[in-house]
């Protein structure tokens, strides 16, 4: 008979599964032992399997996740040895950043005891787990000794704990992935909603892992006089990227790198053709890279107006086509500096926010965009899972918005409409509670600029007496680094181009009678009298020829 007593000889790795060895009355008997996907943490093996051999069972069974069980131990005892080390990893680590759910709830424990500011160790962790019904769970008291034999003091716990959320990130990723996967294979699935799910997916976890080091202040206070010298040197002293309007620039000393711009007006007001006239200023007078989002107009159509604006043929001319010899050679030759000019256009519609981040990502990276132009903010969507609620959707846009405002450190300028609670009051003029669909529009903006054009309302003359036909009024109602105001800019019609009052070239504008008649404003128009109608048209050509607004 043979006895049941024995021994175990030799654990080893073969092939998809362990032979075990077991001496039985002086004979060894070879065991072959599959090997489940998973090993519990309960199960402790002396020797530890070869990489090679844990290929093999991951070809066999599947992959395992992304872990650092060892690290997180070390980290965890080093919390336990050294009160201060939280405060080392605390914006780094979250309880779910650990793989194993022991050592999420024992960092739960820690979290806690430091913002009591209670004593961190051993004993006092224990006691945490104790009274929170987990210390068997965690594995008792014998397990928490065990982790601060780990290690012998806290000063690589930095280092670790970024390892720790490299895995967490990896095992959140992998989820996402599967995620997609499954719904993708889902012939139900909308394959438009499916990708904004997956943007918005990868941004909200690229967005928690956001983590910027605390800086101390003398390296700021050096960057932030080398700005102001460098504006010193500029002959405009203009700090920012210039909007090429001489009367705004002198407010606003330019667009600012990380600054949210909202442009709002009712509909036919100008926002378009007045971003446009901005854009034509900084990419072809400063040779600055120009980024436009058109939501609501075509790419051609937006470089229509643009042709308009630069060559100064109307916009009706160039829709029919019907262009003298002489305007055809004006178009060819003026048209130059636009073919040349660092403007890039995206018309698609319906975008999404967290596309509209990825295509900037990969503009500011191969083009090095300056200034970037959203036409217009309502048209954007915030995915599949916002729909159904258009204030929340819209105060998550104008978040993303300041956030790659920030990220890419450029001015973003987004177009916005207004209600109508305009029309209602007696001067027509716009105010920051009639920013449409959400509140939270003005509470992100940097500057708030309305476009107030009073002859669109049938407003002719102001208070004095003055014309305000071709005027166009820039309210600045919002300025967090600056001062509110006015500035009066001249609206030319025909050409749907804005520019300084000082420009003197004439504009078409209707009289109520329908008679297109011409008019040419002084720069100081408060101060003096406004010139009478010229009834003619004679040398309106030379006009333009000579007195160009750029």
């Known amino acids: 008979m043979i006895s049941k007593s024995f021994a175990l000889q030799k654990l080893r790795f073969h092939g998809q599964g362990l032979v075990l060895g077991f001496f039985m009355a002086g004979i060894t008997i070879p065991i072959h032992v599959t090997l489940i996907p998973y090993l519990s943490a309960s199960q402790e093996l002396k020797t530890k399997p070869t990489q090679a051999s844990v290929k093999d069972l991951q070809a066999e069974y599947g992959k395992m996740p992304p872990q650092a069980v060892d690290l997180e131990e070390a980290v965890l005892g080093a919390l336990m040895l050294e009160r201060d080390a939280f405060s080392i990893v605390g914006d780094l680590l979250e309880p779910d950043a650990f793989y194993k759910d022991a050592?999420?709830?024992?960092?739960?424990a820690i979290h806690k005891l430091f913002l009591n500011d209670d004593p961190v160790d051993l004993l006092t962790v224990s006691e945490a787990l104790k009274q929170s019904g987990e210390l068997e769970q965690v594995g008792g008291y014998y397990y928490l000794s065990q982790l601060t034999t780990r290690v012998a003091s806290a000063a690589h716990i930095e280092f670790h704990a970024k390892i720790i959320v490299q895995k967490y990130l990896q095992r959140k990723l992998i989820g996402v992935c599967t995620e997609l996967q499954e719904m993708a294979y889902d012939e139900a699935t909308d394959v438009s909603d499916l990708m904004d799910k997956a943007q918005k997916a990868v941004f909200d976890i690229a967005d928690g892992n956001i983590k910027k080091d605390t800086a101390e202040i003398a390296p700021i206070i050096d960057e932030a006089i080398k700005g102001i010298?460098?504006?010193?040197?500029?002959?405009?002293?203009?700090?920012g990227l210039p909007s090429g309007f001489n009367a705004l620039d002198a407010v606003t000393s330019g667009w600012q790198p990380s600054d949210l711009v909202i442009i709002a007006a009712r509909p036919a007001m100008g926002k378009t053709a007045f971003v446009l006239s901005m854009a034509r200023n900084m990419a072809v007078k400063h040779h600055q890279a120009v980024?436009?989002?058109?939501?609501?107009?075509?790419?051609?159509?937006?470089?229509?107006?643009?042709?308009?604006?630069?060559?100064?043929?109307s916009a009706e001319k160039l829709k029919t086509g019907r262009l003298t010899d002489e305007e055809w050679q004006q178009l060819?030759?003026?048209?130059?500096?636009l073919v040349e000019?660092?403007?890039?256009?995206?018309?698609?519609?319906?975008?999404?926010?967290?596309?509209?981040?990825?295509?900037?990502?990969?503009?500011?990276?191969?083009?090095?965009?300056?200034?970037?132009?959203?036409?217009y903010l309502q048209l954007m969507t915030a995915g599949a899972d916002m729909r159904g609620n258009r204030e929340q959707e819209v105060s998550l846009i104008s978040r993303q918005l300041k956030i790659i405002a920030k990220e890419l450190s450029i001015p973003v300028m987004a177009l916005s409409q207004l209600n109508r609670g305009v029309e209602s009051r007696p001067d027509k003029?716009?105010?920051?509670?009639?920013?449409?669909?959400?509140?939270?529009?003005?509470?992100?903006?940097?500057?708030?600029?309305?476009?107030?054009?009073p002859e669109k309302y049938g407003i002719t003359v102001d208070n004095e007496g003055n014309s305000l036909l071709g005027i166009a009024t820039i309210i600045i109602a919002k300025h967090r680094s600056g001062a509110v105001g006015e500035v009066n800019l001249r609206f030319r019609a025909e050409l749907t181009q804005f520019c300084d009052l000082d420009t003197t070239s004439p504009f078409a504008s209707?009289?109520?009678?329908?008679?297109?008649?011409t008019q040419t404003f002084s720069s100081k128009m408060n101060d003096e009298p406004v010139p009478a109608l010229d009834q003619g048209f004679e040398g309106m050509r030379d006009s333009f020829d000579n007195n160009a607004p750029f």
């Open 103 to 108: 050592h999420q709830k024992i960092f739960r």
């Open 229 to 239: 010298q460098a504006a010193a040197e500029k002959p405009d002293g203009i700090s």
């Open 291 to 313: 980024a436009i989002f058109s939501l609501e107009m075509s790419a051609v159509q937006l470089v229509n107006r643009l042709i308009a604006s630069e060559t100064e043929l």
């Open 332 to 337: 060819h030759s003026r048209i130059k500096a």
């Open 341 to 375: 000019a660092p403007i890039l256009v995206d018309d698609t519609p319906a975008l999404s926010i967290f596309e509209l981040r990825a295509k900037c990502r990969r503009l500011k990276q191969k083009y090095g965009i300056k200034v970037l132009i959203i036409d």
């Open 429 to 453: 003029k716009p105010m920051l509670s009639d920013l449409r669909e959400s509140g939270s529009i003005e509470q992100d903006a940097d500057m708030v600029m309305f476009i107030h054009r």
């Open 510 to 517: 209707s009289t109520s009678t329908g008679e297109i008649v």
